[in-house]
């Protein structure tokens, strides 16, 4: 319970205030979509493979047709005669909704069910009959580009192998000569395993189709509603007016929530086929066994130095597994996301990454669970080899960080692969998080704690985000350029409704966009209401992942707010019969230059605007305003974070003692919602570091199905956390306001790691590859380290 | 086979299928959809509800087992306009995000401090360990229970 004050630069005028949600949550009264019950609706089920690879030979559903509770089953084939088997992914490749031809992943769709309650229709499925036949599946991405490696894609026309892409970014020729130049080179081979973001809430559905009206309801579970809706008209031809999607309450996100699934499709189809709607909600093993997941990077790092200590240039090959279909989400021509910020937050040469994707025999997905499109990988490579080679060297890592971290006056600074860092400060920020932690005490005290044969780490971590995806110039899903709207209508009474297009998963939109609009035109948060997640109330937009929404609508919102400023200004010159030049806006009111007692706030102007007054000519009545925010460049965030640890060697248990975080997002809206962020993130950094990962075996059957094998984190994992903060504004967002949703996440792993393999030192360990259970330390300690992501005999 | 359960002070009957779990009984026949479903193994807790005195997950409780006995959910924690201070608590501390577990996080914070009004860290942490958050990091869940012993004790 020891948070630490800002440190005295600009905090922000906003304040840490209670979120308006929260007054229906406490009492459960939230509504989530399998809250959402209509008259008549009927409960959706898939049947789904239990084989990682197969032939379908045939599909008898007869049987589960003739139960009594069922109205219906959709196969394959049913939707294959309405254009409906297989959808665009959001990579612009092709997933099937329900397979027709082969499986190609353990839980893969293939029949839906539909009954009049949820217990028939699960029924219903062990009435269906499957004829499989057998394939080999190809599941260690590492030899997915063998020469006699199984074909997962023989869907596509002319493909005979399994690479979906070739990627690279940074000068190669400049790097390599940077390495043969360099006098200390450390490379590591890593694994960043497939984990799952693992909402508490799964994903669902209810599909309500008006025959009559041809209008398609939706109650999804949806982190961007507008694409969603775009996707099902392109994919269903039903016009895009016709179509409303309400993503209500959801229960977390973190990236699994922003594909289109197929158990969607199939709820759809289904209402259009029974005239009814139509429910489908999957379990927590559906959840975790067919969407999508996060990571599964295969990762070659090095980095080259000078003797002393000067970062001079790093270089990564990686083979990315992308599953089955290429489902990822990330911005189109960005294939590995942002990787390419690899370059971390030094002061280099050059580098150069190349990244390779496959297909496997295993669920699509890759891009989620918080990772800035893939900088979580990104930063996790770099910060270990940064440790790496601090331990080659001799030198202590926090020194090695502080010589080569970009310094304050080189922003903005464009990396060796092309990024332009806004804005930043990293040595205040370590400097603050070393003096939390009382770093040099804890080097001693690690030093006693090893002289009794006590095994103590300190780990930390660096990192720069690049997020706010994006301009439009360059970043697009499936055509939809990354920008965002926000409309703003003003009462009469000066009350304000903010309608947006992106969609709170827990974040408090609700709470800090109205803030963030009550600061600009003189309100209060509670006269300022947050509208999101219907697509009929709301303006078009890409929607929350990627921690876009403050850098990307929160401007739009302030954009929108600004325009009605602007007009108040002319409609108080109108008011008090003076020329506009004559205000200036201070306070939260329109008021005379000299004369400040003199002037109008905006409840008066907006009943002024909406009366009889005569305006001056080519002014509108009202003060309604509308905004799209094409950002001109991403934010980039970055923190220092120092976690300690104590372990085991005898058990191989790790202790997460304390965990100090020192972020800077630029002005912080709601300081104690960005804490909550970071404070979630450093649970999901525990997680992923010590247990989480979704694990196959051989046979491509996947061991990380339930609760019971996919661990996470619990309180008592999770210590309190040490927070800190620098405030180093975003020069181009109009708030200086930068994301923060996902910089926890994205950050602590590898202040996890480095912590634990800084405790092994003394057994001569340089390396283990995440999920350090138990069994993985014990295993690290003799010499032996496993591969976490496969369970090979 | 019929069950009559008497939830927040509200006797139901209902005829229900021997399989249907209580979590089914109190969301689609009772409306009652504050308590969450959230993982079928008793591991997440986000359908704690109180079966007589006891925090029980009710995924995994049968509804005929609550046949005769008494069944508290987050919508009899509170009134409509007295909240428990629980569920100030957690409010005032940020110990919520999406609100999925808080319904279940509450319904336990509740019964630790009937039973130790003055709980420490550890004690909300060791209590609140059956149920996951995935929004929060379980911090300002500890700071929400502990401020609704500060400033509430037994109800």
Not at chain 1, 90 to 113: H, Y
Not at chain 1, 431 to 441: H, R
Not at chain 1, 565 to 584: F, H, K
Not at chain 1, 587 to 593: I, M, N, Q
Request: with cysteine; glycine share 10%; net charge negative.
């Amino acid at each position: 319970m020891r948070d630490h004050e800002q440190d005295g630069r600009e905090t922000g005028p906003y304040g840490a205030i209670p979120r308006k949600e929260d007054a229906r949550f406490v009492r459960g009264q939230g509504t989530f979509v399998d809250d959402i019950s209509l008259p008549g609706m009927l409960h959706g089920a898939i049947l789904r493979s239990p084989v990682a690879h197969a032939r379908i030979v045939s599909v008898d559903a007869t049987a589960a047709l003739a139960h009594p509770k069922v109205e219906a089953v959709l196969t394959g084939t049913d939707l294959a005669e309405r254009g409906l088997a297989w959808m665009p992914t959001l990579s612009g490749d092709v997933q099937a909704v329900l397979a027709t031809d082969k499986v190609r992943f353990q839980g893969q769709e293939i029949a839906f069910v539909v009954a009049r309650d949820r217990y028939a229709a699960r029924d219903a499925l062990e009435l269906i009959a499957v004829e499989y036949e057998p394939l080999p599946p190809l599941i260690d991405a590492r030899t997915a580009l063998d020469d006699d490696a199984p074909l997962v894609r023989d869907d596509l026309g002319g493909r005979t192998g399994n690479r979906i892409f070739d990627w690279t970014a940074g000068d190669k020729a400049a790097t390599d000569a940077v390495f043969s130049a360099a006098d200390v080179t450390v490379n590591c081979d890593m694994v960043y395993p497939r984990s799952h973001p693992a909402p508490l809430e799964t994903c669902g559905i209810v599909a309500a189709w008006d025959a009559v009206a041809g209008r398609l309801m939706l109650w999804s579970t949806s982190q961007a509603p507008h694409v969603h809706r775009t996707l099902y008209s392109l994919i269903t031809g039903q016009p895009e007016h016709k179509i409303r999607i309400v993503s209500p309450d959801l229960g977390g996100g973190f990236g699994n929530k922003v594909p289109v699934y197929p158990g969607y499709l199939c709820a759809i189809a289904a209402s259009m086929v029974t005239g009814r709607p139509v429910k489908w909600v999957e379990d927590r093993s559906e959840n975790l066994m067919s969407t999508t997941f996060a990571r599964d990077y295969h990762m070659r790092g090095e980095i080259a130095a000078t003797a002393d200590g000067r970062i001079l240039g790093l270089r990564a090959r990686v083979l990315a597994d992308h599953g089955a279909f290429n489902a990822t989400a990330q911005p189109a021509g960005y294939p590995a996301g942002f990787f390419h910020i690899f370059t971390g937050s030094y002061d280099l040469e050059a580098a150069f990454c190349e990244v390779t994707g496959v297909y496997t025999n295993k669920a699509p997905g890759g891009v989620a669970y918080s990772c800035s499109f893939r900088v979580t990988e990104a930063v996790y490579l770099v910060e270990r080899l940064v440790d790496m080679l601090a331990r080659k060297l001799g030198m202590d890592p926090a020194q090695l960080r502080m010589r080569n971290l970009l310094r304050p006056e080189q922003f903005p600074y464009t990396c060796a692969t092309g990024w332009q860092y806004d804005s930043g400060d990293y040595p205040r920020a370590l400097a603050l998080a070393m003096d939390i932690a009382g770093y040099d005490e804890l080097r001693r005290e690690q030093a006693e704690r090893r002289a009794r044969g006590e095994y103590m780490g300190i780990g930390i971590s660096f990192f720069t985000e690049g997020v706010g995806a994006g301009p439009r110039g360059h970043m697009d899903i499936l055509g939809l350029a990354m920008a965002d709207g926000a409309d703003l209508r003003v009462h009469p009474t000066g009350k304000a409704v903010l309608a947006i297009s992106v969609q709170t998963q827990g974040q408090g939109h609700e709470t800090t966009f109205a803030q963030i609009v009550a600061h600009e035109l003189g309100l209060t948060p509670d006269d300022v209401e947050v509208v999101h997640g219907d697509t009929d109330r709301t303006p078009f937009g890409l929607g929350t992942y990627g921690s876009r929404s403050t850098p990307v609508s929160g401007a739009a919102a302030v954009m929108a707010a600004r325009k009605v400023r602007d007009r108040a200004r002319l409609v108080a010159a109108a008011m008090l019969e003076l020329s506009p030049d004559d205000l200036e806006w201070l306070d939260g009111k329109w008021r005379v230059r000299g004369d400040p007692e003199r002037g109008a706030g905006m409840a008066e102007i907006a009943m002024a605007a909406h009366s009889s007054l005569e305006l001056p000519a080519g002014v509108e009545g009202h003060l309604d305003a509308s905004a799209v925010y094409n950002p001109p460049n991403l934010t980039f965030p970055f923190g220092a974070y120092i976690c300690v640890t104590d372990v085991d060697p005898a058990t191989g248990e790790v202790k997460v003692r304390r965990f100090i975080a020192v972020d800077d997002c630029g002005v912080r809206i709601n300081p104690m919602i960005v804490e909550g962020q970071v404070h979630r993130g450093l649970a999901d950094g525990i997680g992923m570091a010590l247990m989480q990962a979704i694990v196959f075996d051989e046979s491509g059957n996947c061991l990380g199905g339930s609760f019971m094998d996919y661990l996470l984190p619990t309180a008592l994992e999770c210590p309190s956390p040490e927070l800190g903060a620098t405030v180093t504004p975003s020069p181009h967002h109009p708030i200086g306001a930068k994301g923060i949703g996902e910089s926890a996440t994205v950050g602590s792993p590898p202040a996890v790691v480095n912590s634990v393999v800084d405790a092994l030192a003394p057994f001569g360990v340089t390396h283990a590859d995440m999920p350090l259970t138990p069994a993985s330390v014990w295993r690290a300690i003799q010499g032996r380290p496993v591969r976490p992501d496969l369970a090979l005999s | 086979m019929k069950v009559t359960v008497t939830v927040n002070g509200t006797e139901y009957a209902r005829e229900v299928e021997p399989r249907l779990l209580l979590i089914h009984l109190l969301r689609d026949e009772l409306g009652l959809t504050g308590s969450h479903w959230g993982c079928d193994t008793s591991n997440c807790g986000a359908c704690v509800v109180w079966l007589d005195e006891t925090p029980v997950k009710s995924c995994t409780v049968l509804a005929v087992m609550a046949d005769g006995r008494r069944v508290m959910t987050v919508e009899g924690l509170g009134t409509s306009t007295s909240l428990d201070p629980v569920q100030q608590g957690f409010a005032q501390c940020h110990g919520l995000q999406c609100g999925f577990c808080t319904p279940g996080m509450m319904l336990t914070a509740r019964w630790l401090l009937n039973r130790n009004p003055d709980p420490s860290e550890a004690d909300v942490r060791e209590v609140i360990s059956g149920q996951i958050c995935r929004c929060t990091g379980y911090e300002n869940i500890v700071r929400a229970v502990l401020w609704a012993a500060k400033n509430g004790g037994i109800e």
